[in-house]
């Protein structure tokens, strides 16, 4: 059910009102299984893999978590029996047992992932493997059908599951409830991922209606729509055709593309999440912010600490610590300061468990080279600024004036233009594609598209441009103003003919200059098929 | 305080919800297209509502029967009041829930379907499907039209509110959208789309071979439908089709409908096969090269039709009853005014009438 289809605008409509029409204590009942109708509309055949997964984490939680227990218990019961290191042994071999469970749900539901989503790319990759050793036989592609959001919501699951092993999470008893937290539907779309102590707080606990919060949660609903129907979804056909014929649109081509798609990115995710946070607050649940203003970002680093926060914050708890902490790692570290000296000996571990950790996230992007090599890039751009970090910091310390408003502009220019390249990879789905036309700008000679008329025989007319220019100006002004607090909070507090003004003329632009309806293609979200 | 804040809230609610509706109901009225020039088509089912609905032929189909048949030449030859509830690739689904939607009104003594519908057994544009819908009025009549007609792409919600589907007509606006924002023109005669010029029928070409040319299921059905409900209401049905040389009417399409109104026991004519009757001329009594008759050519089948319906159906000749006989005088007028605009339009001169 896509967010932008009446069909959805019915579902949430009529969910809103019964969920504050029924009694408090039923609320996380009736969303539970609004978001398994809302998994069925997509399709019923896959309900199998979010019932397995939410089955065996829920499980595979509540023995750890009633092994630690145990052992905390036995521990206090045998305290004064017991000498320090029989303790230690004792607790190493419950851990051993934890971890013994925690290794094989992780095997099973990343298997399963692996196996949905990345099966016809390995076999792909055996098939030109053989090829190339001149073998004849080749493997069958696999025809499976990929479920809703299993990128999202495993990831979620593994969280909790690796979060009730540390000990930093109780486990939950109730199935039911850990259903819900792992099929809570807004967020099976594109996230965000989040974590279970947070957003179980908000998701189980009873909601009383509040005019106020629910008009806050609508508003930005309806931003969020703006952000799609308007942006997202009006540009998608200028980047459809110059992404769809490679030998057609290069050169100036590809520069157009790039920025074209990284603004419908932008529009398209943060947009999604808008309506999936706004949905959720009307409901009076609390779901993590995945987006600060990310385009305003001065570098590579800072870009990824406001964008996708929450799957960034996913790799770096579930992925890097665990990584850059493994005995493998620390041993590592100790043979690379022995032979590398203190400096790079350090530092060493610390790249290699972000190669990991940038490896991973390219993986779960999709199953693609060009997703995989998108990661690497990012890792070396990221490791690159870090061995650059203190010739920035002499460079500084000779110009102070390069701190100024200009040369911040500058960074926050170059950052986008970093990150426009960078999304060509997504872009292309094609690593040779993609290189071809990143090398294809520098060497352009078709600038005069740029004002040739050429731009209007792209699927877009000058009006669409005006549009949006327009929408585009919009999101850029509430970004701006963002950074002096909450938009919504300073609308709130304007007489009532204004905000009255301000959400209607809001939802009019949706209705009138929205991409929707015959003539368009109303496109899922992009990160859904992450 | 507290007292006058909640009279004060709920006032503003009231003001809110007003200028809510009343905006949007106004971009409605603007952005939905007006179907009084170019394109008129999409007016002609809307204009029955105004009728006074007492008539004793209904013509049901598409532009075979709106452009073929002049209700004006039937009331002046044979005193019959007819309308012609006909819009552009009318399908055979819309046409019988338009009868639907017409019984409501009125009881003709017969209604006349044209056949040729039957090729279709689903909606093949969107773009007929609102012409042909969006003018009926609520009932359950068009909900079943809405629902029988919708391809895959439409969806019900941008019938009941069409400012959904027409949205983006907010930078295509012209005079006509501002001046026809509250009233409306007729552009029809009792549901006749006139045309006075003439393009002779010249190489018409065959049809192709089909791979079946059996008729699908769904347009059987709704004829079966038609046939029941005209059974049901006491009306009697009689099937055409008109001699529009295009698009083809293939011979195993005809025996298909001849078997049918043998089984069925209801009249059918097919003028393609009376043309010594009706005294068509494919090179003075059609506009587009055979596909529609101009004026000539449907006054003609006008006259013919008209003494069949009256000698088979015994229909009375109505030009006695002088309340309808004033309000044809009016549409007589308009007729030939708009035949004398079309003569000036086309840089035609009128033949004189033969005694």
Not at chain 1, 427 to 445: H, Q
Not at chain 2, 257 to 274: Q, T
């Amino acid at each position: 059910m896509l967010f932008t289809s009446y069909g959805f605008f019915g579902f949430a409509g009529a969910l809103l009102l019964l969920y504050y029409l029924i009694p408090r204590r039923h609320q996380w009942k009736l969303l539970l299984a609004a978001s398994y109708a809302f998994y069925l509309f997509s399709g019923p055949a896959t309900v199998l893999y979010i019932l397995a997964t939410t089955l065996t984490v829920w499980y595979t939680a509540l023995r750890i978590g009633q092994n630690a227990d145990r052992q905390s218990a036995w521990l206090k019961e045998h305290k004064a029996e017991l000498d320090r290191e029989a303790k230690k042994a004792y607790r190493e071999r419950q851990k051993g047992i934890r971890r013994r469970w925690l290794a094989a749900c992780l095997l099973l539901n990343l298997g399963i992932l692996a196996v949905v989503k990345y099966a016809n790319f390995a076999i792909a990759n055996v098939n030109g493997l053989l090829g190339l050793f001149g073998q004849g036989a080749r493997l069958q592609p696999v025809s499976i059908l990929l479920p809703l959001g299993i990128s999202f919501y495993t990831f979620q699951a593994i969280g909790y599951l690796v979060d009730v092993y540390r000990g930093s999470q109780p486990a939950q008893r109730s199935l039911p409830r850990f259903a819900l937290f792992v099929s809570y539907f807004p967020l099976l779309i594109q996230g965000p991922i989040s974590r279970y102590g947070p957003l179980s707080g908000t998701l189980y606990a009873e909601h009383r209606f509040d005019g106020a919060a629910v008009s806050r949660g609508l508003q930005r609903v309806l931003w969020g729509y703006f952000k799609k129907m308007v942006v997202a979804d009006r540009i998608v056909a200028a980047v459809g055709t110059i992404i769809g014929d490679v030998g057609a649109y290069h050169g100036a081509w590809a520069l157009v593309g790039m920025v074209f798609y990284t603004v419908q990115l932008y529009a398209d995710f943060t947009g999604g999440i808008d309506i999936t946070i706004g949905l959720s607050e009307a409901m009076g649940i609390t779901v993590q912010e995945n987006f600060l203003r990310p385009y305003f970002s001065k570098s590579l680093k800072e870009y990824w600490r406001r964008w996708h926060i929450s799957m960034c914050d996913w790799f770096r708890n579930y992925v890097f610590y665990p990584v850059s902490s493994s005995p493998l790692m620390q041993r590592f570290a100790k043979y690379s300061r022995a032979h590398f000296g203190g400096a790079v000996g350090r530092r060493l571990p610390v790249y290699l468990s972000s190669f990991t950790v940038w490896l991973a996230t390219g993986v779960w992007h999709g199953a693609s080279w060009n997703f995989i090599v998108w990661g690497l890039l990012n890792w070396a751009i990221l490791m690159l600024s870090e061995e650059l970090e203190p010739l920035y910091d002499r460079f500084h310390a000779r110009f102070p004036a390069a701190g100024g408003f200009g040369y911040r502009l500058f960074t926050v220019g170059r950052t986008f233009l970093l990150i426009c390249c960078l999304n060509l990879f997504d872009c292309y789905v094609n690593v040779g594609d993609t290189l071809y036309m990143l090398a294809s700008i520098p060497a352009a000679r078709n600038w005069r598209i740029l004002w040739d008329g050429s731009l209007l025989a792209v699927g877009l007319t000058g009006l669409d441009y005006a549009i949006l220019a327009g929408g585009t100006l919009l999101m850029l002004g509430v970004s701006l103003a963002q950074r002096r607090g909450s938009v919504r909070a300073r609308i709130a507090k304007r007489p009532y003919a204004v905000r009255f003004a301000v959400w209607y003329g809001l939802f009019l632009l949706v209705l009138l200059m929205g991409a929707y309806g015959i003539g368009y293609d109303a496109g899922q979200f992009i990160y859904n098929r992450f | 305080m507290e007292n006058t804040a909640k009279p004060k809230k709920i006032l503003r609610f009231v003001l809110s919800a007003l200028i809510v509706a009343g905006s949007l109901y106004l971009l409605q009225r603007l952005l939905m297209p007006k179907y009084v020039d170019g394109i008129v088509e999409g007016a002609f089912v809307a204009e029955y509502y105004r009728e006074e609905k007492d008539h004793d032929v209904i013509f049901i189909g598409d532009c075979e029967v709106y452009e073929n048949f002049s209700p004006v030449k039937l009331w002046e030859e044979y005193g019959i009041n007819s309308y012609i509830r006909g819009s552009a690739e009318q399908y055979i689904w819309q046409s019988y829930y338009l009868l639907e939607d017409t019984l409501r009104y009125e009881t003709p003594d017969v209604v006349v379907f044209n056949i040729q519908s039957l090729q279709f057994n689903e909606s093949q544009n969107e773009a007929y499907n609102r012409m042909s819908i969006e003018g009926m009025k609520w009932s359950p009549a068009k909900v079943g039209a809405i629902l029988a007609s919708m391809k895959e792409e439409e969806h019900f919600l941008d019938y009941v509110f069409p400012l959904l589907r027409y949205h983006t007509r907010w930078s295509g606006l012209s005079a006509t959208d501002f001046e026809y924002l509250f009233k409306t023109k007729r552009v029809s005669h009792n549901g006749y789309y006139m045309r006075v010029d003439v393009r002779p029928a010249e190489n018409v070409p065959e049809g192709r071979p089909l791979g079946d040319y059996s008729f699908g299921d769904k347009a059987w059905e709704y004829l079966d439908k038609m046939d029941a409900l005209c059974r049901e209401k006491g009306v009697e049905l009689l099937l055409i089709k008109a001699p529009s040389l295009y698009p083809y009417w293939y011979p195993q399409w005809e025996e298909q409908v001849e078997a049918y109104a043998e089984e069925h026991g209801r009249r059918y004519l097919n003028f393609l096969e009376l043309g010594a009757e009706t005294g068509i001329d494919y090179t003075t009594d059609t506009y587009d090269a055979g596909l529609h008759m101009n004026l000539s050519g449907a006054e003609k089948l006008s006259v013919w039709l008209g003494r069949y319906l009256q000698e088979e159906f015994a229909l009375t000749d109505r030009r006695g009853e002088a309340a309808l006989a004033a309000e044809w005088e009016e549409k007589i007028s308009a007729y030939n005014a708009e035949i004398e605009q079309q003569y000036q339009l086309y840089g035609l001169e009128r033949k004189e009438e033969e005694p």
